[in-house]
């Protein structure tokens, strides 16, 4: 792999530190052949690539955390313990992570690019030690390995769980060799801290907990994940996540909009890939590692989790190659970038080195991604169209041709779309809702959520019903009527600041959800008075904390629900998306409600 498109010494953003940096350049490419990344289900379909991977992640997690190559600190650099890597100074207690900046989609790439080069290093090393390897198969897809990514949007088509059995099943995994079968800790279900000094982590419970956790059964040094909660939680609220992805393809054609969760006032538009991502760090966190920005580095799944949503954005890149990265400040910085900075397509994405002299790389020379070694299944060689027909297989929920419904038990179809792109499956029916009235256009409801992301200091949920629900809020997220949980997702320490919050936006998509209850013959979605008669009475907003405590909603500050309302064009064909028209608040919905958007609010 060459040198970052146009990238030389003193470039703007190219910003030359020191000498002797760990150079960040990604997998090679062998015979000018750029491999896929692949979904983490496709991936186990090739025995020696799969072996391959869970032994060099293995081996990756039990290097001396000293090593700036180390799992320990490559995960390290999100958050805790805020101590510099590879020598690049701090300027205040943050991770170096960017969030909720418009360098959020685009800082991630070159750290899942980091990961996956060392990850690629180990592969090698394991492939070149199995000596029962006669004919090379391991060497030679040890060759063109990258690492997965978890498509948590796509549905299954046999009823299993969103989230993959080897990633939640066993703190113990088989790998299978040439020369038999070995069983190994099982390096994606996850991590164990090794030494097991804690000191570095001064936050309770996380500086009693040995090894990273989901959904902690307790606070308590023995804690325990609770890993088929978790996947409850992800399978229930799958319909969303693809929903939601399909809207941010359609009706976000600016960059500024689509990446980030930073609430930009007077646009209805509240929905970013941050936000959506947000969601699944809230879920499968819920109190552990993934659901703080300061310890979220260290779960397995957050490699996993970050390569899906660099695949998302590079989809959209494809689908919208004339908008990227603007001017913009930062509203609450980094351990690198102080808040207020103004901030660009050429501002240094520290700490990431392309070189060993101390340069960095930065938005402008990380936007092809073949150019940094990989693709992926849905964009690699296509068309425009190509592109659009393999995102509507998996996810047509809202494909305009075909609404798809939430299942009437548990909230997500299990036959949505044939699984082609990723190669999940080849064969499936597509379960739907009516067709969309036969004028070819029809109406999408969505419930916009914004709120002050230092609203609790904590990361925080806030949940969408639509219908009755138990009153219990640790039942909120297995909830049948629940439609979706946006979740807000701070550091370990975030004071609220009145005078300085940075308000944060998402959306939950409403649509699937009515039509299932216009299916039981609940609401006429053809008549928009009676349907926005029916929001008022049935749709239901909570906030809980990440421990499932109840928050009143008057007292969240500035947490504002809201109803808005597009006309939509269908699409005529499978490799065509529908048009959207501008997005209406129907303020009247959530009027004089405790936390709604009410008459004379600011949009």
């Not at 699944?280 to 310890?295: F, P």
Request: proline content about 7%.
């Amino acid at each position: 792999m060459g040198a970052p498109v146009n990238v030389q010494e003193g470039t703007p953003g190219i910003e030359r530190r020191q000498s002797n940096t760990f150079a960040i350049r990604g997998a090679p490419v062998i015979n000018g052949q750029i491999p896929q990344r692949l979904e983490i289900r496709q991936l186990r379909k090739n025995n020696a690539q799969w072996n391959l991977y869970l032994l060099g992640l293995n081996q990756m997690q039990q290097m001396d955390q000293s090593d700036v190559r180390s799992y320990y600190q490559l995960s390290a650099i999100h958050g805790r313990p805020f101590t510099p890597w590879d020598g690049v100074p701090l300027v205040q207690e943050l991770g170096y992570c960017s969030h909720t900046s418009n360098l959020f989609a685009t800082w991630h790439r070159p750290y899942v690019l980091a990961f996956e080069q060392v990850l690629y290093d180990n592969v090698q090393d394991v492939a070149n030690s199995i000596q029962s390897d006669t004919t090379g198969e391991y060497k030679a897809a040890a060759s063109t390995f990258r690492h997965p990514y978890w498509d948590w949007a796509a549905p299954t088509t046999d009823g299993s769980p969103i989230m993959p059995a080897p990633v939640s099943g066993s703190p113990f995994i088989v790998v299978n060799l040439p020369n038999g079968s070995q069983t190994i800790n099982n390096p994606l279900y996850q991590y164990n801290f090794a030494p097991s000094d804690l000191s570095s982590f001064p936050d309770s419970p996380f500086n009693v907990w040995q090894q990273t956790l989901r959904y902690p059964s307790t606070k308590a040094a023995g804690a325990a994940s609770q890993d088929s909660l978790v996947s409850q939680q992800i399978t229930q609220s799958q319909g969303t996540y693809a929903q939601r992805f399909m809207n941010l393809l359609q009706a976000y054609p600016r960059f500024t909009n689509f990446s980030n969760s930073a609430w930009t006032p007077n646009s209805p538009g509240y929905d970013s890939l941050e936000s959506l991502h947000n969601q699944i760090h809230g879920l499968i966190g819920n109190g552990g590692h993934m659901g703080v920005i300061d310890y979220a580095g260290f779960d397995p799944l957050f490699w996993l989790h970050h390569a899906n949503t660099d695949r998302l954005l590079a989809i959209w890149q494809a689908l919208h190659p004339d908008s990227y990265v603007e001017s913009s400040q930062e509203p609450i910085g980094s351990a690198v970038l102080a808040a207020g900075t103004q901030t660009d397509v050429n501002t240094p994405l520290k700490p990431f080195h392309w070189d060993t002299n101390g340069n960095y790389w930065s938005s402008a020379t990380v936007t092809n991604i073949s150019e940094l070694g990989y693709s992926y299944p849905e964009v690699q060689g296509k068309s425009q169209p190509e592109i659009k027909a393999a995102v509507n297989a998996l996810y047509a929920t809202s494909s305009g041709k075909t609404i798809t419904r939430r299942d009437s038990v548990g909230g997500t179809d299990n036959q949505l779309a044939p699984l082609i792109a990723a190669g999940l499956s080849s064969e499936a029916p597509v379960e739907t809702a009516p067709d969309p009235p036969a004028t070819g256009n029809y109406t999408e409801w969505l419930s916009n959520i914004r709120v002050a992301k230092d609203a609790l200091e904590q990361t925080f949920f806030v949940h969408i019903f639509l219908g009755d629900f138990n009153p219990d809020p640790k039942t909120w997220t297995f909830e049948p009527n629940l439609v979706g949980s946006h979740s807000v997702i701070t550091p370990y320490v975030m004071k609220r600041d009145p005078n300085q919050s940075t308000i944060v936006t998402g959306q939950i998509p409403l649509t699937r959800a009515l039509r299932a209850d216009e299916q039981k013959g609940l609401v006429n979605m053809g008549n928009e008075t009676a349907t926005k008669d029916y929001l008022t009475k049935n749709l239901h907003w909570r906030v809980t904390t990440m421990d499932d405590k109840d928050v009143p909603r008057d007292q969240v500050p500035d947490l504002k629900v809201s109803v808005v309302t597009a006309n939509v064009q269908a699409a005529e064909a499978d490799d065509e998306f529908p048009i959207w028209g501008e997005m209406k608040v129907q303020t009247d919905v959530t009027d004089g409600r405790p936390a709604g958007l009410g008459v004379g609010d600011a949009v």
